[in-house]
């Protein structure tokens, strides 16, 4: 094959084969073969070069006059559908029937269906509500039939027939009420009360129903065993949630924590191992219900090598409602009666009761007594005769002795260098009870001086003790003592396994 001559010097169209071959093309395929695309950065302004620049200008305007338009399109509908379609379609239009069919193909309403001006209503209708929380029980009554749908008339008489038999401050929020109404006097008048029913008290239940053209009252009283309940346990890491699972109520670990406060410390004074004891009222209806009462017995008892002792037996008596132990009643009580204090060592006062900034903890607090500042060793007396109900080392206290006294009143005496007294000992006013020291949190030796009044810490300096203002009534102390057997000689959560016997036994007639 021949070399491909080159081009003549000065050409600008490029190499002349593409033409030769051309020429010796037929005359059909020369357009085929001519140069349609050329480059448009070569010879710029050439013959070539406009109409290569003339092919692109009319692809563009062929691309743009094909450009799709993006507005939407409508599919077309259907021009015809068979019956089924159609009644669905015509279903879709109810909305309240496909709300009442809440799956499955929705039904449009048979064609022989008319509209009417009224239906019939039911003759009677049930209903259940609950009494609404408000600051007037008896209106609340009142607004809870109108709810419900009785007419005015009806529901005071009903109102006042409640009010008559039990106070409607005592009902209490949340109880139900079953009712039944009658059928309309009028056409939009509201219905006729038929019946409510209530308990309105865990022994008594009540029924208004009507009677000829009145309302009546009916009372149905339920028995009730009133046997209190004993619960018992161990105290572990938290008194209160051992007594909560061991079925207690909270109203009545509130109350036994606040008896044993009264009489020892619930931070020092109570160990893990301790078996907690306490009784409260109880009562159990025959159709099952329950409810729970004020605590009527609390003790504690500490695991020894004889096995457990009596730490607390204290018993909610006399009219004050407070809580006693026979050891209280067997004594004279002392009650404070003014200014004054027997001194309960032979020292100066350095530290007065109230808020202070702490020595060695560095931040204000509460000082709970008075400091009285001795030599190491002083002897510490006791301000009025009572029983020591602690002696030992408790916390920032050190060494600490606290008597009870008896009324509601005790005393407190910290940081002992040493002890002379022990748990349960009686001793009189003026006995040493221990010596000056600076054991617990304490920058030197004194004594820490603290008294209690219902278990809430007081000012020694505006208190004293008097003398005796009760004497021991034997006929009482041995009514005290009786009763406080009865309640020991109950068998722990006894009545439980007695009240579901009680409710199979009913559940079974």
Request: net charge positive; proline share 8%.
């Amino acid at each position: 094959m021949a070399p491909v001559p080159a081009p003549r010097a000065g050409s600008t169209t490029g190499p002349v084969w593409p033409a030769r071959i051309s020429a010796r093309l037929p005359g059909w395929t020369r357009a085929l073969a001519a140069d349609l695309a050329p480059d448009l950065a070569e010879d710029i302004g050439s013959r070539r070069w406009c109409r290569g620049m003339v092919t692109l200008l009319a692809l563009i305007g062929l691309a743009l006059a094909f450009w799709p338009d993006l507005s939407a399109l409508e599919a077309a509908p259907a021009s015809r559908i068979d019956a089924a379609a159609a009644r669905e379609l015509r279903a879709q239009g109810l909305s309240g029937a496909r709300a009442a069919v809440p799956s499955g193909p929705a039904l449009a309403p048979h064609p022989a269906l008319r509209r009417v001006a009224s239906v019939a209503e039911r003759p009677e209708i049930a209903r259940t509500t609950e009494l609404p929380a408000g600051d007037s029980p008896g209106d609340s009554l009142g607004r809870l039939f109108q709810r419900a749908g009785v007419s005015a008339s009806d529901a005071a008489r009903a109102t006042d027939l409640i009010a008559a038999t039990v106070p409607l401050a005592r009902l209490a929020p949340g109880t139900r009420v079953d009712l039944v109404l009658g059928p309309r006097p009028a056409p939009g008048q509201p219905r006729r009360l038929e019946r409510a029913a209530l308990r309105a008290r865990i022994d008594l239940a009540l029924t208004v129903s009507r009677a000829g053209a009145g309302l009546v009252l009916e009372r149905q009283p339920i028995p009730v065993d009133t046997t209190p309940l004993r619960i018992r346990g161990v105290v572990g890491s938290s008194l209160y949630r051992s007594a909560r699972a061991a079925g207690a109520p909270p109203s009545a670990i509130q109350e036994y924590l606040a008896a044993l406060d009264s009489h020892l410390s619930l931070e020092g004074d109570i160990a893990a191992e301790d078996r907690f004891d306490l009784v409260f009222a109880y009562r159990q209806a025959a159709t099952g219900e329950s409810e729970a009462g004020e605590l009527l017995y609390a003790g504690l008892e500490r695991a020894g090598p004889q096995g457990p002792r009596p730490v607390l037996e204290l018993l909610r008596w006399g009219r004050d409602g407070g809580f006693y132990s026979a050891e209280s009643l067997s004594r004279p009580s002392y009650v404070q009666t003014g200014p004054g204090l027997m001194m309960p060592v032979n020292g100066h006062v350095t530290s007065l009761y109230g808020q202070r900034f702490h020595p060695i903890l560095g931040y204000t607090r509460m000082h709970a007594g008075v400091d009285f500042g001795a030599a190491w060793g002083a002897p510490i007396m006791a301000t009025a005769e009572g029983v020591v109900s602690y002696a030992g080392f408790h916390g920032g206290h050190g060494n600490y002795v606290r008597l009870e006294h008896g009324g509601g009143l005790g005393t407190g005496y910290g940081h002992m260098s040493r002890i002379a007294v022990a748990p349960g000992q009686r001793v009189r006013a003026g006995d040493v009870i221990g010596f000056v020291g600076s054991t617990g949190l304490s920058t030197g030796p004194h004594l820490h001086y603290e008294m209690y009044r219902n278990g809430q810490t007081v000012d020694p300096l505006g208190m004293r003790f008097a003398a005796v203002t009760r004497q021991v009534d034997p006929r009482e102390l041995g009514a005290f003592r009786a009763r406080l057997a009865q309640l020991k000689a109950l068998q722990p959560g006894a009545l439980l396994a007695a009240g579901a016997r009680t409710v199979s036994r009913l559940a079974l007639r």
